[in-house]
């Protein structure tokens, strides 16, 4: 894998942690409130409100093309194992109104491209730019070449988790996660966690692992 200096750390949310919980994450309390370890990253549980509230990037501070940066969350545990079987985060997809704007800015913060492609397969035609962000990815989305942009702040959509076996954490997870299907990546699968059910607020995807080769 690819990966730079600049890792995700930290990512707040604005939920609290019995929704974690009932989605079957590990929910632990830490020196600054209630986190989630996925891999190299935690999910800090703010419970006030919203989707994503700030995150944390090594090396970075300060707002990021509308992106506030955190202090990073204070964790002395290693990464735990959890109930669902999902055990890090894939990659991070953030929106803008200007991708051109947004690229600018990421590049000038640290972080390099690592590919890109234009698609309708979600409808509007759209651009996709990859970063990585120490072992996670960052798909940013926006407005593809030549179509229309707006001023509107950059900002987290939602998250793509990994599970080590889809089909257990499917099955652990029961009417909460949808069914698995063949994801972009070749030989790659992904399913939709129903979060809303419970109370998690952000949109989060379940995938398979990388193919190795």
């Known amino acids: 894998m690819a990966a730079t200096n600049l890792q995700l750390t930290t990512v707040d949310l604005g939920d609290p942690p019995d929704p974690?919980?009932?989605?079957?994450?590990?929910?632990?309390?830490g020196p600054d409130?209630?986190?989630?370890?996925?891999?190299?990253?935690?999910l800090r549980l703010t419970g006030r409100g919203g989707q994503v509230l700030a995150w944390a990037l090594d090396g970075v501070t300060g707002d990021l093309d509308g992106l506030a940066s955190t202090a990073p969350a204070q964790v002395d545990s290693p990464t735990p194992e959890h109930p669902n079987g999902i055990?890090?985060?894939?990659?991070v997809v953030v929106q803008s109104g200007d991708?051109?704007?947004t690229v600018a800015a990421f590049c000038a913060a640290g972080l390099d491209v690592r590919g890109?492609?234009?698609t309708t397969s979600y409808g509007s035609?759209?651009?996709?730019?990859?970063?990585?962000?120490?072992?996670?990815?960052?798909?940013?989305?926006?407005?593809?070449?030549?179509e229309p942009?707006?001023?509107?702040?950059?900002?987290?959509?939602?998250?793509?988790?990994?599970a080590d076996d889809l089909d257990a954490t499917a099955e652990r997870l029961g009417e909460l996660l949808g069914a698995p299907k063949d994801a972009v990546q070749a030989g790659r699968r992904i399913a939709g966690l129903r979060g809303?059910?419970?109370?998690?607020?952000?949109?989060i995807a379940v995938m398979s692992p990388h193919v190795q080769r």
Do not use: C, K, N, Y
């Open 20 to 29: 974690w919980r009932a989605a079957g994450f590990r929910v632990d309390e």
């Open 33 to 42: 409130g209630a986190v989630v370890r996925l891999g190299s990253t935690v």
């Open 87 to 91: 055990s890090r985060i894939d990659h």
């Open 99 to 101: 991708v051109e704007r």
């Open 116 to 118: 890109g492609r234009s």
């Open 125 to 146: 035609p759209m651009r996709q730019v990859f970063f990585w962000a120490g072992d996670v990815i960052l798909e940013l989305i926006g407005p593809d070449r030549g």
């Open 149 to 162: 942009v707006t001023d509107r702040a950059t900002s987290v959509f939602g998250l793509a988790l990994v």
């Open 196 to 203: 809303a059910q419970v109370g998690i607020t952000i949109p």
